[in-house]
């Protein structure tokens, strides 16, 4: 089993700046992508970010140019750094991981992120 743990949620002025982390934890894994997803009140989740295990990096065109997922290997986290915050980038931002040995995927709980005027 693999426990994902999220940090970094919180309040912030649109044009501002927030990093999200997310910690994978348990035994017997081996992380394959890892990503960020959102979801806003009454919409759809979507995808934001993901990073492969090689480093490759993909965006939602949203996000593109102010967001940047990275990702310590070392340490089986993934970071979500958030750029130039706009008030829609508000929701409840959640992170997945996907371990290589069992071929499964795993879920954070989520962390808020609202931006205001």
Do not use: P
């Not at 002025?13 to 806003?40: E, V």
């Not at 997945?96 to 005027?117: F, I, K, L, M, N």
Request: proline residues 0%; glycine residues 12%; charged residues 15%.
């Amino acid at each position: 089993q693999v426990q994902v743990a999220e940090s970094g949620g919180g309040l912030v002025q649109a044009g501002g700046s927030l990093r999200l982390s997310c910690a994978a934890s348990g035994s017997g894994f081996i992380l394959d992508a890892m990503g960020w997803y959102r979801q806003a009140t009454g919409k759809a989740r979507e995808l934001v970010a993901t990073v492969t295990s090689g480093g490759n990096t993909d965006y939602a065109d949203s996000v593109k140019g102010r967001f940047t997922i990275s990702r310590d290997n070392a340490k089986n986290t993934v970071y979500l750094q958030m750029n130039s915050l706009k008030i829609e980038d508000t929701a409840v931002y959640v992170c997945a991981v996907s371990d290589y040995v069992r071929r499964q995927h795993y879920w954070g709980q989520g962390t808020q992120v609202t931006v205001s005027s």
